[in-house]
């Protein structure tokens, strides 16, 4: 069988992760320390973290429908001059949670800019089939049912903001059963400007929150809503907040941040980690094309 090639330059994401995950650990050694306890040893796995989460973050760009494929069928037998001290695969699923806490951090330094212009959203993950929702054990008592647009989901609620370019911004990850306008509060913390979103955001007191802050929320108005006077490029950001549902769909189409395969709490944050980091690395990102710098403003409009 031919090998599963990654869509992203494996050299070009190892030199990133492994330049940080260097900066990480020189500034974890120069932080104060327990005392360490008298012949204690510290174990380490010969491949380092830092190609640990190369070949993860590479199978969500790479296409593959199952992990245990890529990791047997292509990096086993084909990347091993690039990682010369490859474990099994038994052992690689052993070493993915102790990566966890740096992609996270890894996670943070690719963010977007602050332009301006952010559009929020959110988007279900489910961890099983809803009519297996009364056996599920792996996520007992951290999930919960959420309705969403397509019907009743059984998982977690994966909260997105991102700008115009389609660059993340922020991100939280809730039970499905939890109201879309609960974390915004904490993540808008440090942007400012206009945040679009749907129906489902419509809140005085968070709108009153957020304006105090700099930032005006703008989201579509109930039928039963009185008009209110919007500038014609805010009621045309409305109309293109669908951009963060594309987003959405790329993060569970392409970089698969969702499937029902999971037998661990740790290693599905990481799975959802690394999707969202695999997801910045794409050569083009959805993104708008607004108006250029520079033209006069336009007129306000009724909306």
């Given at each position: 069988?031919?090998?599963?090639?990654?869509?992203?330059?494996?050299?070009a994401?190892?030199?990133?992760?492994?330049?940080?995950?260097?900066t990480?650990?020189w500034?974890?050694?120069?932080?104060?320390?327990l005392p360490?306890?008298?012949?204690?040893k510290?174990?380490?796995?010969?491949?380092?973290?830092?190609?640990?989460?190369?070949?993860?973050?590479?199978?969500?760009?790479?296409?593959?429908?199952t992990?245990k494929?890529?990791?047997t069928?292509?990096?086993?037998?084909?990347?091993?001059?690039?990682?010369p001290?490859?474990?099994?695969?038994?052992?690689?699923?052993?070493?993915?949670?102790w990566?966890?806490?740096?992609?996270?951090?890894f996670l943070?330094t690719?963010?977007?800019?602050?332009t301006?212009?952010?559009?929020?959203?959110?988007?279900?993950?489910?961890?099983?089939?809803?009519?297996?929702?009364?056996?599920?054990?792996?996520?007992?008592?951290?999930?919960?049912?959420?309705?969403?647009?397509?019907?009743?989901k059984?998982?977690?609620?994966?909260?997105?903001?991102?700008?115009?370019?389609g660059?993340?911004?922020?991100?939280?990850?809730?039970?499905?059963?939890?109201?879309?306008?609960?974390?915004v509060?904490?993540m808008?913390?440090?942007?400012?400007?206009?945040?679009f979103?749907?129906?489902?955001?419509?809140?005085?007191?968070l709108?009153e929150?957020l304006?105090?802050?700099?930032?005006?929320?703008?989201t579509?108005?109930?039928r039963?809503?009185?008009?209110k006077?919007?500038?014609?490029?805010?009621?045309?950001?409305?109309?293109?907040?669908?951009l963060?549902?594309?987003?959405?769909?790329?993060?569970?189409?392409?970089?698969?941040?969702?499937?029902?395969?999971?037998?661990?709490y740790?290693?599905?944050?990481?799975?959802?980690?690394a999707?969202?980091?695999?997801?910045?690395?794409?050569?083009?990102?959805?993104?708008?094309?607004?108006?250029?710098?520079?033209?006069?403003?336009?007129?306000?409009?009724?909306?």
């Amino acid at each position: 069988m031919e090998p599963i090639v990654s869509r992203l330059d494996l050299t070009a994401l190892f030199c990133d992760v492994d330049d940080f995950c260097q900066t990480f650990e020189w500034a974890w050694a120069h932080q104060p320390q327990l005392p360490s306890m008298p012949g204690e040893k510290r174990s380490r796995s010969r491949l380092r973290l830092s190609e640990v989460m190369t070949i993860v973050i590479a199978f969500h760009a790479s296409g593959a429908r199952t992990f245990k494929d890529f990791y047997t069928l292509t990096v086993l037998p084909h990347w091993r001059k690039a990682f010369p001290n490859l474990v099994s695969y038994t052992r690689f699923v052993e070493l993915m949670p102790w990566c966890l806490m740096l992609l996270c951090c890894f996670l943070m330094t690719r963010r977007g800019e602050m332009t301006g212009i952010a559009f929020v959203d959110s988007t279900p993950i489910e961890v099983c089939h809803p009519a297996r929702a009364h056996s599920h054990k792996v996520f007992k008592h951290q999930v919960g049912w959420g309705k969403s647009s397509t019907g009743w989901k059984f998982g977690f609620k994966l909260h997105l903001i991102i700008n115009e370019h389609g660059e993340l911004l922020a991100f939280k990850l809730t039970p499905a059963n939890t109201d879309d306008r609960a974390p915004v509060a904490e993540m808008t913390e440090g942007i400012f400007g206009k945040l679009f979103g749907d129906r489902g955001y419509i809140s005085q007191k968070l709108f009153e929150e957020l304006y105090e802050r700099g930032l005006k929320l703008i989201t579509k108005r109930k039928r039963n809503m009185k008009q209110k006077l919007v500038t014609l490029m805010d009621k045309i950001l409305l109309r293109k907040r669908s951009l963060i549902e594309s987003v959405n769909d790329q993060l569970k189409n392409i970089c698969q941040i969702e499937h029902s395969r999971h037998r661990s709490y740790w290693n599905f944050l990481v799975n959802l980690m690394a999707g969202l980091i695999a997801y910045t690395y794409q050569p083009k990102l959805p993104s708008l094309d607004l108006q250029p710098k520079g033209l006069p403003a336009l007129p306000p409009a009724i909306f």
